[in-house]
């Protein structure tokens, strides 16, 4: 097996970068979609002379945070791809010492 070059291993890097960048960016529009359902669930009340009540409010961005992110086929692929290179990597450079 030869020898992984420097600029292979920065790609594998790259790839497992935007994969976390995908990830992070996905949570970040939900959870920006999550506070403006509740803005608009707050003008609506109040239009109605109803207040919701914070803790409420609260509770259910607690839930749905909590709810477990998944990663798609692709992203999972590529992730294994990139962690076997780099274990890979790391084991070669542990038997050369």
């Known amino acids: 097996m030869e020898k992984m070059s420097e600029k292979r291993i920065l790609q594998l890097a790259l ?36 207040k919701i009540s914070e803790s409420s409010t609260k509770d259910n961005i607690r839930k749905r945070l909590k709810k477990k992110r998944r990663m798609s086929d692709a992203q999972k692929k590529a992730l294994s791809k990139t962690m076997k290179a780099l274990w890979a990597r790391k084991k070669k450079t542990k038997n050369v010492k």
Request: charged letters at 45%; proline letters at 0%; glycine letters at 6%.
């Open 15 to 50: 790839k497992g970068l935007e994969i976390e960048y995908i990830r992070v960016n996905t949570e970040l529009v939900e959870i920006t979609n999550e506070i403006h359902k509740i803005e608009e669930a707050e003008k609506d009340k109040s239009k109605k002379g109803d």
